[in-house]
Every structure is written in C-alpha cells, then in structure tokens.
C-alpha cells in the first residue's frame, strides 16, 4: 500500500473516532495505562465507510496500523502523569463469526478471521522483544531497532562495518506474550471426527485473559510458520496460528441458548399444566422403558439448584447435582448418560477405560507451545463446565485416578500445582457417573453397597446413587418385550422411537430448562423446610437405638438441592411442600435400596462412607478383640480356637469364618504356620 493510501485511511479513521468513539476513546484514557485498547465493533466501522471495512478483511495489518496511526493524530488532552498515549485498536464482531476451525484454508492467510472455539491448552507468560537494543563490540556504536513480524537480528555496525553487534537485554523493551490453543466447540463437530485445533498468539493486555475449558470468540490475522516436525532443509511445511487481536468469553451453557418473546410465552404457558413436571420426567430417555426414579434424577440435574447462593465466610454452595448408576450389564446406564448429555447444550462423554485423572481434571505438562515450556491443559470435567459431565465405565477408572475427582466433585475446582504453576480452574459441572457391580453383576442377598466398586470417599459426594438390577420378572419382562419391539417396528415405519403425548420437543424441553435455570431462583419455604427436617430428624432417631448413623447432613444440601431444582420445573420462585416431597421420595427410595443392611433391616450410611455396616464393623472388632486377647502372650493362636471363641462371642460359625478370611486377605491376620494365625505387627 502507498503512502498516499494510507494516509487517506488515517484520515478517515481520525473522522470515525471523533464522530462515533470520542467517548470510548476517552474511557480508556481516563484509565490508561491500566487500560490499554479501544475496542472498535466491526458493524460500527461497516455504518461509516464499507469500503474500510472490506479491506480489514483483506488486510487487517495495514488498517489497524491506521486506526492505532489516528489515535496519534487526534488532538487529545492527556491526563497528568500520562506522557504517551498509544493504545491498541483491537475490532472485533466481524462477519462470519460461526466459521469453524477446520474450514479455514491457507486463502485465508494474512486475512481477518473470526471464529469460536473452547480453550484446550494455555502457556505461562513469556516476554517478546518489541524494541531491541544493539551494542557493537569494537566501536560502541549503539542501535535501537524496532521488531516487526519479519525481523532478522542485524549483524554488521553501520559505523565501523564490523561483525560485532550484540544485544543488550537491559536496554531492550519487552512486552508480555502467551500462547494459547482453542479447538472447535464439541457440539459444531460432525460425529466421530476429531475436533480441528488452532494455536493463538496472544499479547500485552490479552494476556491472562483466557482459561483451560473457556469457551471464546477470537477474532485476528491468520498467519504461518514454519513447521516444527519438518526434516527438510528446506521448510515446505508450514503451520498455521492466530495473531489475535481480540478475544471475548462466551458462555456455552443454557445460559447461552437464545429464547424469543414467543419461547418466553410458550414456556410460561407450559409451566400452567397441572402435569408438566411429569412432562419433563417422561421427555428423558424416551425410548428407555420404566425406571422413572432414574429419569426423575436426570432432569432434577438438569435444572439444577438455586445458583449463587454464599454461606458464611464466602463459601460458594454447590447447586449441581451428581448421580450415579451402578447396575448390571445390559440395562441402558450408558443411554442414560448419552441423554443427559443430549438435553445439555454443553456436555462432555468420556469412559473409564480410556481416561486418566489429569484427561478428567487438568494438568501441567511440556509442550511445544511454549517452547518447551509448561503449559496448562484442561480435562473433560473443566471443557464441560456449565453443562454435564457423564462418566462412563466409573468402575474402570484407577484409584489414583479417581482420587483427582474429590475437588471437582465438591468444590467445583480444580487445583494445579507443578513445575512453578499454580493455578485453579472453574469446573462447575453436573456430573452423571455409570458403573458395574464388582463382580459383574450384583447378588441380591448381599448389601449392594458392598458390591460397589467405587470408593466411599467419592460415593458420598453424589446426591442420589441408583443400583439398577436386572430382577427376573415375568410380567415386567414381558412389558419390556412388547415395548422394546414395538418400538423398532415403529421406527422401521418412520415413526419416532419412544414417541407419546407426554413426551417434549428436545428443542423445546431445553429452552424451558434454559429458562428456567436463567430466571427463577426458588427459595425453600417453612412448609418445604420442615418437611426435609422432619425426613432427616427421623432418620436420625432411627439410627440411636441401633448405634448406626442412618444419614448425615451432607444429605440435607443435597435434600435441599434436589427441591430447588423441582421448584425450577415449575418455575416456582418458591420451594413449596410438593417439591420437598419429591425430592425426600427419591432419596428415600435411594437409601432403601442402598444403605439398607441385610442383617439389621435398618439404615446405615456407613455402608457408604465407610463401605461397610455397622453391623459388619462390629464383628470385625469382636474378631480383632478375640486375636489381641489371645496374642498377648504369644505371638500365634490356633486359627480353630479363635473361631470357636468368635461362636461364643455370638457370631455363627460361616460369619466368623468369613470375617476372618477378609482379614487375611486385607493384610491385617496372617498364617505364621498351618492352622496358627497371627495379627500383622504383633510381637
């Protein structure tokens, strides 16, 4: 471009400033350097001159020098103690805007891009030269020269013509630099395909304004480099990043899905039917005969709690709800979860079988990115906050593993410390977990509890756990029969699987949740109050007599939560006593299935947080008790002798027997000798 060119393109910026941006540009002076851009909407610049705006498009660089080359030219008055006004330019709203990753080519290079994307990967900070300073050796004739884009480092001294200049980093100016990596949004990815990637190249006032697991708009110039992985002495290959010039968060949750005045009407409508609670409970997995405790927890989570809501101290207090299926095989937990997910217009499914701790949560590690420095990288758990979160395979996953999803779980956070880097991201994420018995399959004349292959530290931090097994039923098997086949003739003819009156439009189903999660705030009531009360006192007095613990508070929160989220269905600002109802029939049916012992008939949340009854722990310690007896004065007893004691003690012979082969196999009982048992650590 001319000079000519771009001094009319100076000229016609100095115009739109002062005509339209005065303001604006007034703003961040008032607040510089503190605030160092003046953001300047695309459609505002397209209104005043079309012809500028086209060729932004065309060549971003040139214009925006321009735009920056105008803030200098304007006769501004500057505040005290502000000596040098020269703030970016940094458009954003271009067209286009809904372009994915994967389509743009090497056309676009050099042009302005616009797209969105979720945040995968992000570096610490480093500092990029942006005036470097040169010192020759042999004269001492000192240079300052501007880094531009294309800069090759001078070698020779323009003075004395020798090889001998060298920088001096003291005396160079450097800006900040960080480079992030987006890829496209999860939901805008055709099945199977794997999400194309783009790297950003983010400066100054940018800086740190990215997350792991943010979804964002970017919009820059698309430029190349050379490839990395390249053998050739020649580079042919080259790789593509984003000089960024702006870049606004995005909330990809229901927050985001847009509803017109007719959505608004429609849903308030729908929320006057007598049964549109029951609507909403049938419309989840639709195609899924029976188990409408199930599909009554799915869309509770989907509606989630009262959000923002502070206890003492500032503490956040959770409002969504965490489920997990635990069921023999063969019974639809893996379409359960694709259901859920289905319904959230931001979800992330993964399985146990192929994913680590660090894939769940996040983690530090070396990368390219930042030149073989650390960069941050978000998990499934964080890409999905705002939305859910479904675990397949639960059972699959490592202890060590599943020991990163404590934090998640209850705070909502996820911590990073290595290599230097500390850091918390937000992973404010509705997890729906599915898994297998132990065995395989559960036997029903055991605890189920006790067949849970998930460790009680992580079971309590789910509000309700569903064991779903496969009883043989007759009747119910041939209801499931005539269900399931006639649900694929149906489909065969074109028909909708799972179709009924009561079932809602998915589209419609999800703006009313949207709705509802956006605008009502439902606070609990003194009836609604009483009545989780009066559920958990009960429960208490239950477990005195027994010396077992039946419930915890932690189940109140959760009460409390899941009655928040029905009052949402109704978008009822309040919590009333039918929703107290609801959610107290679910946890109760819940604590029946789960934390009833087998041998007391009564509940018993140690099941859970412990992983055994009370019942169970005592006879542990009645064995344990018997062995420190008798090993007092030796350091072995007959194996026999002790069980014959155990009998007297009260425990029949098979329990007695069972209980201590669970000790040996847990390493606290061993066999000194054939029919002499001793405890570990006993001298």
């Given at each position: 471009m001319g000079?000519?060119?771009l001094?009319?393109?100076?000229?016609?910026f100095?115009?739109?400033?002062?005509s339209i941006?005065?303001?604006?540009?007034?703003?961040?002076?008032a607040s510089y350097?503190?605030?160092?851009s003046?953001?300047?909407d695309?459609?505002?610049l397209d209104?005043?001159d079309?012809?500028?705006?086209?060729q932004?498009l065309?060549?971003?660089?040139?214009v925006?020098?321009?735009?920056?080359?105008?803030i200098?030219?304007?006769?501004l008055s500057?505040?005290?103690g502000?000596g040098?006004?020269?703030p970016?330019?940094?458009?954003?709203n271009?067209?286009?805007?809904?372009?994915?990753?994967e389509?743009?080519?090497s056309?676009r290079?050099?042009?302005?891009?616009?797209?969105?994307?979720?945040?995968?990967?992000?570096t610490?900070v480093?500092?990029k030269?942006?005036k470097?300073h040169?010192?020759?050796q042999?004269c001492?004739?000192?240079?300052n020269?501007?880094v531009?884009r294309?800069?090759?480092?001078?070698r020779?001294?323009?003075?004395?013509?020798?090889?001998?200049l060298?920088?001096?980093?003291?005396?160079?100016?450097?800006?900040?630099?960080?480079?992030?990596e987006v890829?496209d949004l999860l939901?805008?990815?055709s099945?199977?395909?794997?999400?194309?990637?783009?790297?950003?190249w983010?400066?100054?006032?940018?800086?740190?304004?990215?997350?792991?697991?943010e979804?964002?708009?970017v919009?820059?110039?698309?430029?190349?480099?050379p490839?990395?992985n390249?053998?050739q002495k020649t580079e042919l290959?080259?790789n593509?990043y984003?000089e960024v010039?702006h870049v606004?968060?995005?909330?990809r949750d229901?927050?985001?899905?847009?509803?017109?005045?007719?959505?608004?009407?429609?849903?308030k409508e729908m929320?006057r039917q007598?049964?549109?609670?029951?609507?909403?409970?049938?419309?989840?997995a639709?195609?899924?005969?029976?188990?409408k405790?199930?599909?009554?927890a799915?869309?509770?989570q989907?509606?989630g709690?009262t959000?923002?809501?502070m206890?003492r101290?500032?503490?956040a207090?959770?409002?969504?709800?965490?489920i997990?299926?635990?069921?023999d095989?063969?019974i639809?937990?893996?379409r359960f979860l694709n259901s859920?997910?289905?319904?959230?217009?931001?979800s992330?499914y993964?399985?146990?079988?192929s994913?680590s701790g660090?894939?769940?949560t996040?983690?530090?590690?070396?990368?390219?990115?930042g030149?073989?420095?650390w960069t941050l990288k978000?998990?499934?758990l964080?890409?999905?906050?705002g939305?859910?979160g479904a675990?397949?395979e639960?059972d699959?996953?490592?202890d060590?593993?599943r020991a990163?999803?404590?934090?998640?779980?209850?705070?909502?956070t996820?911590?990073i410390?290595?290599?230097?880097i500390?850091?918390?991201?937000?992973?404010?994420t509705a997890?729906?977990?599915?898994?297998?018995?132990?065995?395989?399959?559960?036997?029903?004349t055991?605890?189920?509890a006790d067949?849970?292959?998930v460790?009680p530290?992580?079971?309590?931090r789910?509000?309700?756990l569903?064991?779903i097994?496969d009883?043989?039923?007759?009747?119910?098997d041939l209801?499931?029969?005539?269900h399931?086949?006639?649900?694929?003739?149906?489909?065969?003819?074109?028909?909708?699987i799972?179709?009924?009156?009561?079932?809602m439009?998915?589209?419609?189903?999800r703006?009313?949740?949207a709705?509802?999660?956006?605008?009502?705030?439902?606070?609990?009531?003194?009836?609604?109050?009483?009545?989780?009360?009066?559920?958990?006192?009960d429960?208490?007095?239950?477990?005195?007599?027994?010396?077992?613990v039946?419930?915890?508070?932690?189940?109140?929160e959760?009460?409390?939560?899941l009655?928040?989220?029905h009052?949402?269905m109704?978008l009822?600002?309040t919590?009333?006593?039918v929703?107290?109802?609801?959610?107290v029939?679910l946890?109760?049916?819940?604590?029946k299935?789960?934390?009833?012992d087998?041998?007391t008939g009564?509940f018993?949340?140690?099941?859970?947080?412990?992983?055994k009854?009370?019942s169970?722990v005592e006879?542990?310690?009645?064995?344990l008790?018997?062995l420190?007896?008798?090993?007092r004065e030796?350091?072995a007893v007959p194996?026999?002798?002790?069980?014959d004691?155990?009998e007297?003690?009260g425990l029949?012979?098979?329990?007695a027997?069972?209980?201590?082969?669970?000790l040996?196999?847990?390493g606290?009982?061993?066999e000194?000798?054939?029919?002499?048992?001793?405890?570990?650590?006993n001298?």
């Amino acid at each position: 471009m001319g000079e000519q060119d771009l001094t009319s393109l100076v000229s016609v910026f100095e115009d739109f400033f002062t005509s339209i941006y005065k303001d604006k540009i007034n703003i961040v002076l008032a607040s510089y350097p503190t605030v160092r851009s003046i953001n300047v909407d695309f459609q505002d610049l397209d209104k005043f001159d079309t012809t500028v705006a086209d060729q932004l498009l065309s060549e971003p660089e040139v214009v925006t020098e321009a735009a920056e080359e105008a803030i200098q030219q304007m006769k501004l008055s500057l505040p005290p103690g502000v000596g040098d006004f020269r703030p970016h330019v940094r458009f954003y709203n271009a067209p286009n805007a809904e372009v994915m990753i994967e389509k743009l080519s090497s056309k676009r290079l050099n042009e302005l891009v616009c797209f969105k994307g979720i945040v995968t990967k992000r570096t610490d900070v480093m500092h990029k030269v942006k005036k470097a300073h040169y010192t020759c050796q042999a004269c001492g004739e000192q240079y300052n020269v501007l880094v531009t884009r294309n800069f090759k480092p001078p070698r020779m001294c323009t003075a004395c013509k020798k090889l001998a200049l060298v920088p001096n980093e003291e005396k160079s100016e450097f800006t900040d630099m960080q480079k992030a990596e987006v890829q496209d949004l999860l939901e805008k990815v055709s099945g199977g395909a794997p999400a194309a990637k783009m790297e950003l190249w983010i400066e100054d006032d940018l800086v740190n304004h990215i997350t792991p697991g943010e979804n964002i708009q970017v919009t820059g110039i698309m430029r190349i480099k050379p490839s990395q992985n390249t053998r050739q002495k020649t580079e042919l290959v080259f790789n593509r990043y984003v000089e960024v010039l702006h870049v606004e968060s995005l909330k990809r949750d229901f927050e985001e899905i847009t509803l017109t005045k007719e959505d608004v009407q429609r849903i308030k409508e729908m929320s006057r039917q007598k049964d549109i609670t029951e609507r909403i409970f049938a419309s989840i997995a639709p195609a899924i005969y029976g188990y409408k405790e199930v599909k009554k927890a799915l869309a509770l989570q989907l509606f989630g709690g009262t959000k923002g809501k502070m206890m003492r101290g500032d503490a956040a207090v959770r409002d969504d709800i965490h489920i997990l299926l635990i069921g023999d095989p063969g019974i639809a937990k893996t379409r359960f979860l694709n259901s859920a997910a289905a319904l959230a217009p931001k979800s992330m499914y993964v399985s146990g079988k192929s994913v680590s701790g660090v894939g769940l949560t996040a983690s530090a590690e070396k990368d390219e990115l930042g030149d073989g420095g650390w960069t941050l990288k978000a998990g499934a758990l964080v890409l999905a906050s705002g939305g859910v979160g479904a675990i397949d395979e639960f059972d699959k996953i490592d202890d060590e593993d599943r020991a990163s999803l404590h934090e998640v779980m209850e705070s909502q956070t996820v911590s990073i410390a290595k290599a230097g880097i500390v850091a918390k991201f937000r992973a404010k994420t509705a997890i729906v977990a599915a898994a297998n018995p132990k065995h395989g399959r559960f036997n029903q004349t055991k605890n189920l509890a006790d067949q849970f292959d998930v460790p009680p530290s992580l079971l309590s931090r789910f509000d309700l756990l569903f064991p779903i097994l496969d009883v043989l039923d007759e009747e119910k098997d041939l209801s499931l029969a005539e269900h399931i086949l006639s649900s694929h003739i149906g489909a065969a003819k074109g028909m909708i699987i799972g179709e009924d009156e009561k079932v809602m439009d998915r589209d419609i189903l999800r703006k009313y949740i949207a709705y509802a999660r956006r605008y009502v705030r439902p606070v609990l009531t003194d009836s609604a109050k009483d009545r989780i009360k009066e559920f958990y006192l009960d429960l208490r007095r239950r477990g005195k007599s027994s010396g077992s613990v039946p419930i915890t508070p932690r189940y109140l929160e959760g009460l409390v939560r899941l009655s928040e989220a029905h009052a949402k269905m109704r978008l009822s600002e309040t919590v009333e006593l039918v929703d107290a109802e609801v959610s107290v029939g679910l946890l109760d049916y819940v604590l029946k299935k789960v934390l009833t012992d087998q041998e007391t008939g009564r509940f018993d949340v140690d099941i859970i947080t412990t992983g055994k009854a009370r019942s169970q722990v005592e006879k542990i310690e009645t064995l344990l008790d018997i062995l420190r007896e008798k090993t007092r004065e030796q350091e072995a007893v007959p194996r026999q002798e002790v069980l014959d004691e155990a009998e007297s003690a009260g425990l029949d012979a098979a329990t007695a027997k069972r209980v201590l082969t669970e000790l040996m196999r847990k390493g606290e009982v061993y066999e000194k000798e054939p029919g002499w048992i001793a405890l570990v650590g006993n001298k």
